[in-house]
Nanobody, 122 residues
């Protein structure tokens, strides 16, 4: 099995920064795409940013220019650097990873972290 553990959430004032981390552990051959999602109270979960195994990235329009996703393949870890935070960024942030657990599992399986709370006050 695979476990994803997020860290780095917290409370910050508008304009501040936070850095989220998500470390994967367990039976891992390789990790395909790694994704950060968020879910605000009363809203649907939305994609924030993703990064492929080759390092290609994609961002939600609402965070472009403020958030940066990166990964350390040697550590099976993905990061989300969040700058210029706004109150509307307040949400629980979840890490998702598509993990290959063997050399023959080409499609991989999706795993989720437990979520970490980010609260931005005005």
């Amino acid at each position: 099995q695979v476990q994803l553990v997020e860290s780095g959430g917290g409370s910050v004032q508008a304009g501040g920064s936070l850095r989220l981390s998500c470390a994967a552990s367990g039976t891992i051959f390789s990790i395909n795409v790694m994704v950060w999602y968020r879910q605000a109270p009363g809203k649907q979960r939305e994609l924030v940013a993703l990064i492929t195994s080759a390092g290609s990235t994609k961002y939600a329009d609402s965070v472009k220019g403020r958030f940066t996703i990166s990964r350390d393949n040697a550590k099976n870890t993905v990061y989300l650097q969040m700058n210029s935070l706004k109150p509307e960024d307040t949400a629980v942030y979840y890490c998702n990873a598509n993990v290959r657990t063997s050399s023959t599992s080409y499609a991989g399986e999706d795993y989720w972290g437990q979520g970490t709370q980010v609260t931005v006050s005005s």
